[in-house]
């Protein structure tokens, strides 16, 4: 009997697998023409390519190089295509390593979700200011008076070409959320996912390699237009690491909106933060309250199939424990 429950045990864990998984969630949501997989076909200068390249960025075989381990490299990558997708989740596998140690490595890489793309510059390798929005991965502190921040930092940055990055300040006087992470020189598969849905943007981790999102940052009033570029570029300076992207991969939600909100234009919407809302989420996060993000439908259906099977191998396992107590039973009475 043992071997029977242990098997369905077993088939409970393969069938519960998907409902946390990366891509099992999103089904066949995936926007291919905004994605970056191996074998990178579609990168470079040749005819038809999604992904542009520039700086120094080279494709190495396993990875989009976006800078190598040395000093003074920038380089970045851009689709070629605009997005114009309303709800999207986008996943970054990504790699930083090198051989500095402890504070001697730099400077760091970013995401871009940009309505300029392809133009080199002082901010992680890419242009200053920008619109659009930024998602930076910090490796090295420039302010070292301020002692409350740990480095590797990750942190957002929403701009209407208005405001520029202060790297004397690490970002902190215009970014709207970030956290710590220890996501350097792993031997694991470490990833990133930005999610903007319904104004909100959040920004999860996995780099404990635990094969679970960890939320690093969660904002509500977040305005951004369709028709933007994504994006990845990085820098080295006098300290250097390799800014590795393995792939993006970029999710359409799928998210009931009412008819009338349907059919706005989002192309001219002024990349902007309501700092009443922002400010009121952050109040929420304090108390402790459970702030539902946006479902897909897909997802739904397969927290549902889930719970379901959840409950069928449950039973099938409460049934056989009991059929076996019967047997006990009757063999003590023979």
């Not at 920004?203 to 509500?220: G, I, K, S």
Request: a negative charge; aromatic letters at 8%; one cysteine or more.
């Amino acid at each position: 009997m043992e071997p029977l429950v242990a098997m369905v045990l077993g088939l409970l864990l393969l069938l519960l697998a998907p409902c946390r998984g990366d891509d099992g969630d999103h089904g066949d949501f995936i926007k291919r023409e905004h994605s970056l997989m191996k074998p990178y076909q579609g990168v470079g200068s040749s005819p038809g390519a999604q992904w542009d390249i520039t700086g120094n960025t080279v494709v190495i075989g396993h990875a989009v190089r976006l800078t190598a381990d040395q000093q003074s490299k920038l380089g970045a990558m851009w689709n070629t295509v605009p997005c114009h997708v309303t709800d999207w989740e986008l996943h970054v596998h990504f790699k930083v390593h090198g051989q500095g140690k402890k504070n001697l490595h730099g400077d760091g890489f970013a995401v871009w979700y940009t309505k300029d793309k392809m133009q080199l510059g002082s901010v992680f390798g890419s242009r200053d200011p920008f619109h659009g929005l930024a998602i930076f991965v910090d490796t090295y502190r420039n302010d070292f008076d301020d002692h409350d921040r740990l480095f590797p930092f990750v942190t957002a940055m929403v701009n209407n070409g208005s405001l520029r990055y202060d790297h004397s300040k690490d970002g902190k006087t215009t970014e709207i959320g970030g956290c710590y992470a220890d996501l350097r020189n792993k031997d694991y598969d470490t990833y990133m996912a930005v999610r903007y849905s319904r104004q909100r943007l959040t920004v999860m981790l996995d780099v404990d390699n635990r094969d679970e999102w960890r939320e690093c940052l969660d904002v509500a009033g977040v305005s951004l237009p369709t028709g933007y570029h994504f994006g990845a570029s990085a820098v080295t300076g006098d300290l250097s690491d390799n800014h590795d992207v393995v792939s993006l991969k970029l999710y359409e939600l799928s998210v009931e909106r009412p008819a009338e909100d349907a059919e706005v234009d989002r192309s001219g919407v002024l990349p902007a933060v309501d700092l009443s809302l922002a400010q009121r989420a952050s109040a929420d996060d304090s108390a402790g309250s459970a702030r539902a993000a946006p479902m897909s439908g897909w997802r739904l259906f397969l927290l549902l199939l889930c719970a379901l099977l959840a409950v069928v191998v449950c039973a099938v396992v409460g049934l056989l424990i009991y059929q076996r107590r019967q047997e006990h039973s009757r063999k003590r009475f023979y």
